[in-house]
Nanobody, 120 residues
């Protein structure tokens, strides 16, 4: 069973930066997409960004220009660099990864989440 472990969350002041990491227990070459969702208190989980195996990226509008998603295949790790953080970025951030078996069966794996709090 694939395991994803996030790290890098914490408390940061508005305008600050954090880099989240998502370490996979297996080679990330097996995933055709990896990405991040977040969930703020009392709100639904929302998409933040994803990175396709083709290196194409997608961001939610609020993250464009501030967040950067990337990966290090040698370390089996995906990152989310978050700059110019705002209080509304406060949420639990979850990484995910999707794989597709030879038989066409899709699987999605989730990390346990890491808390990001933006506050002065």
């Amino acid at each position: 069973q694939v395991q994803l472990v996030e790290s890098g969350g914490g408390l940061v002041q508005p305008g600050g930066s954090l880099r989240l990491s998502c370490a996979a227990s297996e080679s990330i070459f097996k995933f055709y997409v990896m990405g991040w969702y977040r969930q703020a208190p009392g709100k639904q989980r929302e998409f933040v960004a994803h990175l396709l195996s083709t290196c194409v990226t997608k961001y939610t509008d609020s993250a464009k220009g501030r967040f950067t998603i990337s990966s290090d295949n040698a370390k089996n790790t995906m990152y989310l660099q978050m700059n110019s953080l705002k209080p509304e970025d406060t949420a639990v951030y979850y990484c995910y990864a999707d794989s597709l078996s030879l038989g066409g069966y899709e699987s999605r794996y989730w990390g346990q989440g890491t808390q990001v709090t933006v506050s002065s």
